[in-house]
């Protein structure tokens, strides 16, 4: 399956929720996504602030390729976005091009 690091953030009841920085596996066909044990579908552009759904519970996310300038949340709140250890490397690296933070854990922290 193919693979790419990607922003997730957890809409619930909100315009925004908890955020990570993740790698993603991406269907056979490309119509569903796979992340942390979650598997995720496209609302197809029905969504309110959101452009996926967990497949499981209904629940809405907003899904999208990282920004180089770290600007990733859909309505640009400085709220810290968690990265995951095993992308953190990468992230840092090759999308915001800026390897002195590869120790840095999140975005938008103090």
């Known amino acids: 399956m193919k693979t790419r690091i990607m922003?997730?953030?957890f809409k619930g009841e909100s315009l925004t929720g908890e955020a990570r920085i993740?790698?993603?596996?991406?269907?056979k066909t490309g119509k569903s996504i796979h992340y942390d044990g979650k598997t995720f579908?496209?609302?197809?552009g029905q969504g309110y602030k959101a452009n996926y759904f967990?497949?499981?519970?209904g629940e809405h996310y907003w899904i999208s390729g990282c920004k180089k300038?770290?600007?990733d949340r859909l309505y640009g709140?400085?709220?810290p976005i968690h990265i995951d250890e095993d992308v953190k490397?990468?992230?840092w690296k090759e999308?915001?091009?800026?390897?002195?933070?590869?120790?840095?854990?999140?975005i938008n922290t103090k």
């Open 7 to 9: 922003y997730i953030e």
């Open 22 to 27: 993740g790698r993603v596996q991406f269907s």
């Open 41 to 44: 579908q496209t609302l197809g």
């Open 54 to 57: 967990d497949v499981e519970t």
């Open 69 to 71: 300038d770290g600007g």
């Open 77 to 79: 709140e400085r709220i």
């Open 89 to 91: 490397e990468e992230y």
């Open 95 to 106: 999308i915001r091009n800026r390897p002195n933070n590869t120790n840095n854990k999140a």
